[in-house]
Every structure is written in C-alpha cells, then in structure tokens.
C-alpha cells in the first residue's frame, strides 16, 4: 500500500521560508506525479505544484516565483521549498501522488499545516 507522509511544516513570519518533504512508500515511485495541494478554511482544495516522474514541473500562478517543487527519485520524496511566504499562503497542505500506469489510482498524504503570520 502506497503511504505518503509530509513533514517539515509549521508556523513562520511574514516573507520567511519553509520545506516541506513528502515521504513516498509501499510503490513504484517512479510510476507516480506527485503533487501539492493546499486547503485553507473554508475554501476548496487547490493545487499548488505537480511534478512528474521526470521532473517537469508546474506551479500555480499564485505561487509562481516563490515556490519551487522538486523529487529525489534516490530517496523517493518530494520538496516543496517555499520562499516569500505571505498570510494568504496559511492552509494544511497535501501530498498526492498519482500512478501514470493506473488510470484513477492516486493517493493523498494526511496533511500538514503551515501557518504564516504578518
């Protein structure tokens, strides 16, 4: 069974930084895009950043510049380093990985909260 663990949240200033690492196991890593999504209160779940098993990446256009999303395939985990982080940037953030090979199989991390005060 695929397992996705996120670590490396927590609460910053203003226009500081953060890492989040997403742990990936129990799969074929390399079968899988892995993404980031992010769920502030009250609002819908968006996507903050994907990328493939061959790293090519996207990130959403609010966090174009500051984000920047990146895997190890020697250590099955995935990066989201944020950089510039503003209040509005506060949500639990998800892992989600997708198998390519599979239509529809996808898994979702237990999320991590990051809170940025002004």
């Known amino acids: 069974q695929v397992q996705l663990v996120e670590s490396g949240g927590g609460l910053v200033r203003s226009g500081g930084s953060l890492r989040l690492s997403c742990a990936f196991s129990?799969?074929?890593?390399?079968?899988?895009?892995i993404s980031w999504y992010r769920q502030a209160p009250g609002d819908q779940r968006e996507l903050v950043a994907i990328?493939?098993?061959?790293?090519?990446?996207n990130t959403a256009d609010s966090v174009k510049g500051r984000f920047t999303i990146s895997r190890d395939n020697s250590k099955s985990t995935v990066y989201l380093q944020m950089n510039n982080l503003k209040p509005e940037d506060t949500a639990v953030y998800y892992c989600?990985?997708?198998?390519?090979?599979?239509?529809?199989?996808?898994?979702w991390g237990q999320g991590i909260q990051v809170t940025v005060s002004s």
């Open positions: 989600n990985g997708r198998d390519l090979w599979t239509k529809g199989l996808e898994y």
């Open positions: 990328v493939s098993p061959g790293s090519s990446t």
């Open positions: 129990g799969g074929a890593f390399a079968q899988y895009a």
